[in-house]
C-alpha cells in the first residue's frame, strides 16, 4: 500500500516536499518513482529511486529542481519540489515497480498510491 501526502496550494517559487509511505506486503526488490498527471493529460514520470542501491533518475523536464530520496527507516520516498511553476500544477502520484531496473513509463508500475493535489498560483 502507497500513501501519497504532502500536497497543496503555493504560489510560484515556493518548494514543497512530498512523501509517499510504503507500508504492508512489498517487494524484496523495488523502483519508486514519481509522476504527475494534469488535467487533460497522460500521467508523466517525473523522478524514480532503485530503492536498495538509491540510484536516482529524472525527468529531463523537471532535474535540476526537483530531487527524489528515500527514507529506509520510514519506508518512505519523498519528492522535493523546488522552484515550483503554474504548470508544475497537478496530482502527484507515487508508483512501485518490481525489481531493480527502473522504467518511466507509468504501465510498467506495479501500485500507486491516491495522488496528492499540487496547485502553483502565478
Known amino acids: 500500500q502507497l500513501q501519497a501526502s504532502g500536497g497543496g496550494l503555493v504560489q510560484a517559487g515556493d518548494s514543497l516536499r512530498l512523501s509517499c509511505v510504503v507500508s504492508?506486503?512489498?517487494?524484496?526488490?523495488?523502483?519508486m518513482g514519481w509522476f504527475r498527471q494534469a488535467p487533460g493529460k497522460e500521467r508523466e514520470f517525473l523522478a524514480a529511486i532503485v530503492w536498495n542501491s538509491g540510484n536516482t533518475y529524472y525527468a529531463d523536464s523537471i532535474k535540476g529542481r526537483f530531487i527524489i530520496s528515500r527514507d529506509n527507516a520510514k519506508n518512505t520516498v519523498y519528492l522535493q519540489m523546488n522552484g515550483l511553476k503554474p504548470e508544475d500544477t497537478a496530482v502527484y502520484y507515487c508508483?512501485?515497480?518490481?525489481?531493480?531496473?527502473?522504467?518511466?513509463?507509468?504501465?510498467?508500475?506495479?501500485?500507486w498510491g491516491q495522488g496528492t493535489l499540487v496547485t502553483v498560483s502565478s
Open positions: 504492508g506486503r512489498t517487494f524484496s526488490n523495488y523502483v
Open positions: 508508483g512501485q515497480r518490481r525489481g531493480n531496473s527502473y522504467a518511466r513509463s507509468p504501465s510498467a508500475f506495479d501500485y
